[in-house]
């Protein structure tokens, strides 16, 4: 599913009424009947039925003008703020706005203090409050009386209905402009606004619904899509198909380089998600001395040392046999023989590579390798792996994460797949695709060296480098949701996540 800026919704809103000639206050009206259906829901339990509808100037405030018609015309008390100047209000939003004022509708301005003391008494009146102050013309800080009505809605404890995106967020990148509206629901138009999405906006949304208003999906298709959200549909579509006729050599075979003397660990959580994911045959890649342990632990891989795998000393090119897909990095170390290692296989793969770990920290050290890849390659980062890439620090990646990871991808030519809440990907040619799954439980040690070997596991079946890492991405997190559920984000483990894998897949594909 398109996700879309601030900038690509007005020029979604211009095609549909310029080019397909639907006037905007059709738009306006569909926007503001789709908010109506779920106040009316939501007011079926709630013994208050008053509703506070807060109005700004632009075409935000238009859609709370529409709504409180509708709610009028229901026999429902409603109470319509308009915060600012009205002889500013332009366009659709003022033809709202003036049938509300011949509707003889309660409509009361809030300019200084002494409305704001108003103001926060009469919210007590009601039980659910509307957010229509600012939507996607967001353009600078909030401040003054908007800050101040802001911070009363929030303070009042009532339920929260924002139009489109809460007041405050901007839906360029879902970051708090001053002050925002801390709503439990948002009815968002059409297609989500990257602000609905990404972190601290999506917090800031509560639920989340998005709802038709009657753009053509003609109109949608011509704006191309730069950013994208990770879907249920798109993965259930991506996921390699099993047949009958086949055996194990069918679903590939996956490389695992990763463990050192006291993170073997990693090798085995990477191994079991690759198994875990479908590939037919896993060959794990450790340290000598850890063969016996990892052959203990992880009965279904075929294990090598790495000496076998590639000897430094001899001059030996790293050479594939029959590999389908290499992960290398999870629990490595940062030993230099390893970096010798990582830096053949950089040369000489020539089947998909993920990097992850200290295969990244060990490429941050001689990043100039990626540009003598001769097979895809897939990096998976967490923002601390990311800053040792780029030379940035962490503040910088979280707050700029879309626009990092498709620099770096556009830049060396990789998949950028980085980690935190809301995973980003990014392919080669900066398309972004934004995942929707997991939770904050995951966020503990050797959840990522399961996402390495999820992303191995279905290269090795097969599908695009670009593919394998969106399937990997949402399948890992809704893994990740179903340990959530059953333990509880504080006591999740790794292998807990590992284990819930094959439920993951067996309900996507139960649809
Ligand atoms: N196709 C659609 O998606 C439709 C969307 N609709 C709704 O319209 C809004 C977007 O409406 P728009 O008029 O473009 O913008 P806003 O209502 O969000 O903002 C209006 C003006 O507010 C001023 N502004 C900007 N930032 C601030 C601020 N920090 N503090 C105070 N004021 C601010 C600015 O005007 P200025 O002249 O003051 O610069 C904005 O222009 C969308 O979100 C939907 O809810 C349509 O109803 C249906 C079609
Ligand atoms: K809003």
Not at 93 to 115: G, R
Not at 291 to 312: D, G, R, Y
Not at 349 to 368: F, H, Q, S, Y
């Amino acid at each position: 599913m398109k996700i879309f800026s601030n900038e690509e919704m007005k020029n979604l809103d211009r095609i549909a009424i310029e080019e397909y000639k639907i006037p905007g206050i059709i738009l306006m009206e569909n926007a503001g009947i789709a908010v109506v259906k779920e106040i009316v829901k939501s007011l079926e339990i709630k013994e208050n039925k008053r509703v506070a509808i807060l109005c700004g100037l632009g075409n935000n405030g238009g859609d709370g003008f529409v709504i409180a018609r509708h709610l009028i015309s229901y026999g429902l008390g409603v109470d319509t703020y308009v915060i600012g100047n009205t002889s500013s209000i332009k366009g659709d939003a003022k033809i709202n706005y003036e049938i509300l004022v011949h509707l003889k509708a309660s409509i009361t301005t809030i300019k200084d203090e002494e409305d704001l003391a108003m103001l926060e008494d009469s919210l007590e009146k009601c039980g659910i409050l509307v957010d229509g102050i600012l939507g996607t013309g967001l353009q600078r800080p909030i401040e003054g009386v908007i800050k101040e009505v802001i911070a009363i809605v929030n303070k009042s404890k009532k339920e929260i209905i924002a139009i489109d995106i809460p007041s405050g967020i901007n839906g360029d990148d879902g970051e708090v402009y001053g002050e925002a509206v801390k709503a439990n629901k948002t009815i968002t138009f059409q297609l989500p606004k990257i602000g609905n999405i990404l972190y601290p906006g999506s917090d800031y949304c509560g639920k989340l619904l998005i709802e038709n208003i009657g753009i053509p999906k003609n109109a949608i298709d011509a704006i191309e899509a730069k950013i994208s959200l990770i879907t249920e549909k798109m993965v259930q579509a991506l996921l390699p198909k099993r047949y009958s006729d086949t055996h194990k050599g069918s679903y590939g075979k996956a490389l695992i380089i990763a463990g050192s003397f006291g993170m073997t660990g990693a090798a085995i959580l990477a191994s079991k998600a690759a198994l875990r994911s479908g590939a037919g045959i896993v060959k794990t890649a450790v340290p000598k001395e850890l063969s016996v342990i990892i052959e203990n632990q992880l009965i279904e891989a075929i294990t090598v040392s790495l000496e076998e795998l590639w000897n430094q000393d001899n001059q030996q090119a790293f050479r594939l046999k029959g590999e389908d897909a290499i992960a290398i990095g999870p629990g490595s170390g940062r030993a230099e023989a390893f970096k010798k290692l990582l830096e053949a296989v950089v040369e000489e793969a020539t089947v998909p590579v993920v990097i992850d770990a200290d295969g990244l920290n060990l490429l941050a050290e001689n990043i100039d390798i990626l540009k003598s890849l001769k097979a895809p390659c897939i990096i998976t980062p967490h923002p601390g792996e990311m800053a040792r890439l780029t030379g940035l620090s962490i503040d910088e990646i979280n707050r700029n994460r879309i626009d990092v990871a498709r620099g770096f991808s556009l830049k060396w030519k990789v998949i950028t797949l980085l980690k935190g809440a809301r995973t980003i990907i990014s392919d080669e040619k900066g398309n972004v695709y934004i995942n929707s799954t997991g939770n904050p439980g995951m966020a503990t040690a050797g959840s990522g060296d399961v996402l390495t070997g999820m992303i191995t596991g279905l290269l090795a079946q097969g599908i695009s480098p670009l593919e394998a890492t969106i399937t990997a991405a949402y399948l890992h997190g809704k893994a990740g949701d179903r340990t959530a559920e059953k333990y509880g984000q504080y006591s999740m483990l790794a292998g807990d996540i590992l284990e819930e894998i094959p439920y993951g897949i067996k309900e996507l594909l139960k649809f």
